[in-house]
């Protein structure tokens, strides 16, 4: 085995669209059929409230960043 030191080469924009990459690519691509069998035309709906639902996440979540210190905040 080599003597091969590891880097950080993922930024703080590249996290975030992984993150936003992975919730958004769940819930659209795995169950619009479903939603939209269920809601019939509310589908449009249904999802700007799971929206919404999201943004708020998305705060709580800054939040709880930016009450560790700038070490901490790379283990959330």
């Given at each position: ?31 619009t ?19 919404v ?24």
């Amino acid at each position: 085995m080599g003597n091969e030191d590891l880097f950080r080469s993922l930024g703080a924009l590249d996290l975030v669209l992984m993150g936003v990459g992975g919730s958004i690519g769940a819930g659209i691509f795995v169950l619009t059929g479903i939603a939209a069998r269920t809601a019939g035309p509310g589908v449009v709906i249904s999802f700007a409230i799971a929206a919404v639902a999201c943004i708020f996440n998305a705060l709580c979540y800054a939040e709880l960043a930016s009450r560790f210190a700038v070490s901490g905040s790379a283990y959330l």
